[in-house]
């Protein structure tokens, strides 16, 4: 296959999923596969971009929150608090509930940005032999997110890479599109995938690689496992999913050795 047109390869999007629990595997792939499998895979991520992305629904519920709401949902956590044994006469706590509410909304504040907004600017590819080779990879880029199953913060960092073709996105970009995608309820495998489809969807490029290694507090704060534990999960799209030295060089270019945790 020569094309390197994300057009022509978009399709197999994969997560490998290193330390997590696997929504989709495609293991034990053979050659035949890969375009029914990407095809599958594609509409699949199509369909949960549509569902979670651009969610003008919830944006307009969030924005639909009156101040007389916030005030329930505080009475609300003022009663659970004061149920699980904090003291909310004390005059530290005692606008805890206020700000725990607070605190919960603005960590969900990726919902109110629009991912397409997203400036992309045009670029000149000469078709060259480097300009399916030449990697853009940004990062570290915190971010901070919530998970779906308990509502408790997941955190780490985020390593993006792409090769761009005939488009461009600013680097401050690449980090506000991983705050719009991970400041959300959700899970760390699919918002890997979403930084990596969304990137490719605005950019157009040869190929997009999203790293994400986060540690979950709400393993960690129940003792469920160690607390060093981290996950790890990677999306690659087009020529990263052809090419395993454009994958090694970007691991390499995000400073990501492997075989060494920090
Ligand atoms: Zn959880
Ligand atoms: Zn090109």
Sequence with gaps: MTAHRIDDLRLAAHTRELHATAHDHHEGRSPGDGERDGERARQRTSRALSNRLNDEVVRARRVAIAPEDFAR???????????YGMDLSATSTLETPRRFVRALFDA???????PN?????????????SCDLSQVVEGPIPFTALCEHHALPFLGRAFVGYIAHEKIIGISKLTRLVRIVTRRFGVQERMTHQIAEKLAELTEPHGVAVYMEASHLCTQMRGVREIQAKTRTTAFIGAYEVNSSLRSEFYDLAGLQRGVRE
């Design 73 to 83: 949902f505080e009475g609300y956590a003022a009663e659970m608090l004061t149920a």
């Design 108 to 114: 969900t504040e990726g919902y109110e940005g629009d």
């Design 117 to 129: 907004l997203v400036a992309v600017f045009p670029t000149e590819c000469y078709g060259g032999s």
